[in-house]
């Protein structure tokens, strides 16, 4: 692992929507939109859900929202890579000190959940709840790629987003706290939004939700709920669900069909049966908001790190030190003077082509510049698409690091992922004006 670095955290803030009427909302509820912004943090102070990688989460968006009764406000990782919410729960004499956690003992609306609950055998999440003979609570655990653990008690309180009214929701109330600095920006846990049964989408019956990241500080925006919006032109791909059920295929996960790769709109040699999941269902591609780039299984990311060197060559010098890959899964590596920024404009897009639409990366989302690496005076700037077989990972994962600037809309109701290009400080300020 690398040394933990500074990078940017998308911090979702809950504000004070006002009333939308849409026809045909589920229960006659109205969307709500929530801005985003920008901040900095210690990479140590982010959470790790469960079955991702740690560095996976240089930067995690995450949602202000609060929990019980009274309501206490609480920092969650969005991800729609993951099912269980889950919050760190302080109780007794850590309670007092513990300002970032959850406290239990002080809502009146907590409630554990029994071993006898249908909560307490999901088979949704990657280690399905046990019992704990002594209390007979219904416990979960959480284990990570890099060895460490945690575990706590299956239980629910009442969630409140915005003037939504509160909803009573199941979530994983953990014992465990994370590592982090000290002056770290903390998070209390993780709001877990695939499709599985004790998600927060499905508890919510949330039907379709969308955001729209920024690369600026402020210009972002959230929206749960739904409506036609005239100004955003969605292109739509299917969820992909094979049928039978394979071994390892995430059937909770947003999974879409990779159809082709561009680079520099050159069309790769890269055969549909490598882009596709296997018999076993390996090989799937899934949209992660909890996932910081992007990750293409051994032979397609060789495909592209090929022509996007060959294309690259005049432009920029490879690093050609084939002992380093940042973050263990980015070899694809440049040398830039430093104090300069390297030639973004001039760089070859790189496009996923899916079934029905298509994600062009471009600029400066294409090159990440590597923290403290230098050569001579020359600082290390690596290809933002790593190696999933080098982490190892069985999928490719699309990073919300791609789709910045993008409106991604998760459609549950029709089965599909909408995607628009849009420059998000726009979108925010038509959005605005229609609320």
Same mark, same amino acid.
Request: proline share 10%; hydrophobic share 40%; net charge positive.
């Given at each position: 692992?690398?040394?933990?670095?500074?990078?940017?955290?998308?911090?979702?803030?809950?504000?004070?929507?006002?009333?939308?009427?849409?026809?045909?909302?589920?229960?006659? /509820?109205?969307?709500? *939109?929530? %801005?985003?912004? @920008?901040?900095?943090?210690?990479?140590?102070? #982010? &959470?790790? +859900?469960p079955s991702k990688l740690r560095f996976h989460?240089?930067?995690?968006?995450?949602?202000?929202?609060?929990?019980?009764?009274?309501?206490?406000?609480?920092?969650?990782?969005?991800?729609?890579?993951?099912?269980?919410?889950?919050?760190?729960?302080?109780?007794?004499?850590?309670?007092?000190?513990?300002?970032?956690?959850?406290?239990?003992?002080?809502? /009146?609306?907590?409630? *554990?959940? %029994?071993?006898? @609950?249908?909560?307490?055998?999901?088979?949704? #999440? &990657?280690? +399905?709840?046990?019992?704990?003979?002594?209390?007979?609570?219904?416990?979960?655990?959480?284990?990570?790629?890099?060895?460490?653990?945690?575990?706590?008690?299956?239980?629910?309180?009442?969630?409140?987003?915005?003037?939504?009214?509160?909803?009573?929701?199941?979530?994983?109330?953990?014992?465990?706290?994370?590592?982090?600095?000290?002056?770290?920006?903390?998070?209390?846990?993780?709001?877990?939004?695939?499709?599985?049964?004790?998600?927060?989408?499905?508890?919510?019956?949330?039907r379709r939700f969308s955001y729209c990241i920024?690369?600026?500080?402020?210009?972002?925006?959230?929206?749960?709920?739904?409506?036609?919006?005239?100004?955003?032109?969605?292109?739509?791909?299917?969820?992909?669900?094979?049928?039978?059920?394979?071994?390892?295929?995430?059937?909770?996960?947003?999974?879409?069909?990779?159809?082709?790769?561009?680079?520099?709109?050159?069309?790769?040699?890269?055969?549909?049966?490598?882009?596709?999941?296997?018999?076993?269902?390996?090989?799937?591609?899934?949209?992660?908001?909890?996932?910081?780039?992007?990750?293409?299984?051994?032979?397609?990311?060789?495909?592209?790190?090929?022509?996007?060197?060959?294309?690259?060559?005049?432009?920029?010098?490879?690093?050609?030190?084939?002992?380093?890959?940042?973050?263990?899964?980015?070899?694809?590596?440049?040398?830039?003077?430093?104090?300069?920024?390297?030639?973004?404009?001039?760089?070859?897009?790189?496009?996923?082509?899916?079934?029905?639409?298509?994600?062009?990366?471009?600029?400066?989302?294409?090159?990440?510049?590597?923290?403290?690496?230098?050569?001579?005076?020359?600082?290390?700037?690596?290809?933002?698409?790593?190696?999933?077989?080098?982490?190892?990972?069985?999928?490719?994962?699309?990073g919300h690091h791609h789709q910045m600037n993008?409106?991604?809309?998760?459609?549950?109701?029709?089965?599909?992922?909408?995607?628009?290009?849009?420059?998000?400080?726009?979108?925010?300020?038509?959005?605005?004006?229609?609320?």
């Amino acid at each position: 692992m690398p040394p933990a670095l500074l990078a940017c955290l998308l911090i979702l803030l809950v504000a004070a929507p006002r009333p939308w009427s849409v026809a045909g909302e589920p229960g006659g /509820a109205k969307p709500r *939109a929530f %801005p985003l912004r @920008s901040r900095q943090v210690p990479v140590g102070a #982010l &959470p790790r +859900p469960p079955s991702k990688l740690r560095f996976h989460h240089n930067v995690s968006l995450t949602v202000s929202l609060a929990v019980g009764t009274p309501p206490q406000n609480v920092t969650m990782v969005l991800d729609t890579g993951s099912e269980l919410s889950w919050l760190l729960c302080a109780t007794g004499r850590a309670a007092a000190a513990a300002a970032d956690s959850f406290r239990p003992r002080a809502s /009146a609306t907590f409630a *554990a959940v %029994p071993c006898g @609950s249908a909560r307490c055998s999901s088979r949704d #999440l &990657p280690a +399905p709840p046990s019992c704990d003979a002594a209390s007979r609570r219904c416990r979960v655990s959480l284990s990570y790629a890099d060895g460490s653990a945690s575990d706590g008690a299956l239980a629910t309180d009442v969630f409140a987003v915005g003037d939504a009214p509160p909803l009573r929701s199941a979530f994983g109330c953990m014992s465990a706290a994370y590592d982090s600095s000290p002056d770290a920006v903390a998070t209390a846990g993780l709001l877990g939004m695939n499709r599985g049964a004790l998600s927060f989408v499905t508890q919510a019956s949330t039907r379709r939700f969308s955001y729209c990241i920024s690369d600026r500080d402020d210009a972002g925006v959230l929206l749960l709920g739904h409506s036609d919006l005239p100004f955003l032109p969605l292109n739509y791909t299917p969820l992909y669900q094979p049928t039978p059920p394979l071994p390892y295929f995430d059937r909770v996960a947003y999974s879409v069909q990779l159809l082709g790769i561009r680079v520099g709109g050159k069309p790769l040699p890269i055969p549909p049966s490598v882009l596709a999941p296997d018999h076993t269902g390996a090989g799937q591609t899934m949209v992660d908001s909890g996932t910081q780039f992007t990750f293409l299984l051994g032979d397609a990311y060789s495909a592209v790190k090929a022509e996007f060197l060959k294309q690259t060559k005049p432009l920029l010098p490879a690093l050609e030190d084939p002992s380093f890959a940042f973050q263990e899964a980015f070899d694809t590596c440049f040398r830039v003077p430093k104090g300069r920024p390297p030639p973004s404009a001039r760089l070859p897009p790189v496009t996923l082509l899916f079934n029905g639409a298509q994600m062009s990366v471009a600029g400066d989302r294409l090159l990440y510049k590597v923290p403290g690496e230098r050569r001579g005076a020359d600082g290390v700037w690596c290809l933002t698409f790593g190696n999933a077989d080098m982490v190892p990972l069985t999928a490719y994962v699309i990073g919300h690091h791609h789709q910045m600037n993008l409106w991604v809309e998760y459609d549950l109701e029709r089965g599909r992922v909408g995607l628009a290009p849009v420059k998000c400080d726009v979108a925010s300020e038509r959005l605005g004006l229609m609320l």
